[in-house]
């Protein structure tokens, strides 16, 4: 992870309040994509909203650096991440079998298109 905030275009958000740092995110922008490399909240503060808050946050923060579409990937069995991911607009994109060890899993590669707002001035 500190390997992927020296990347040019990395953007890494905490979530953190008197208590303690709950969760982070990490994500990078090259040109118009941008990917989600990491999110997780401490298992002691999910459910919270904390999560999704991170989320808008990181996909604000690719809107403003230029960024059209978002990637991601995300183990076939993480209903939780899944769910959060859906929640925000989300969408299934592809399949890449086998890219996860320990233990191995298929990954879901899910994707969002950031479209902005438009302001029509008449
Ligand atoms: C995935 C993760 C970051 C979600 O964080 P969180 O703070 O618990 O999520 P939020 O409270 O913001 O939830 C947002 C929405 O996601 C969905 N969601 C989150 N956790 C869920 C769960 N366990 N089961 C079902 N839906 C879930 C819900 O739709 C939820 O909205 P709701 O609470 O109004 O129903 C957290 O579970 C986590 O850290 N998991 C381990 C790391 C991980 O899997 N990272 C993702 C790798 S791709």
Redesign the pocket.
């Known amino acids: 992870m500190l390997e992927a905030l020296g990347w040019s275009g990395a953007i890494a958000l905490v979530s953190e309040d008197e208590t303690g740092i709950a ?1 982070y995110v990490l994500g990078r922008v090259v040109v118009d994509q941008a990917e ?1 490399l ?5 298992p002691g ?11 808008d946050g990181v996909l604000a923060a690719m809107m403003q650096r230029g960024a059209g579409t978002v990637w ?4 076939a069995s ?4 899944q ?2 991911y ?2 925000a607009g989300f969408s299934a994109a592809g399949l890449r079998r086998g890219y996860y060890r320990q233990p191995p899993e298929d990954a879901l590669v899910l994707r969002r298109e950031l479209a902005a707002a438009r302001v029509n001035p008449t």
């Open positions: 969760g989600i990491s999110i997780a909240i401490v503060r999910r459910r919270q909203g904390l999560g999704r808050q991170l989320l991601l990937e995300v183990r993480n209903e939780a991440a769910a959060m859906q929640s």
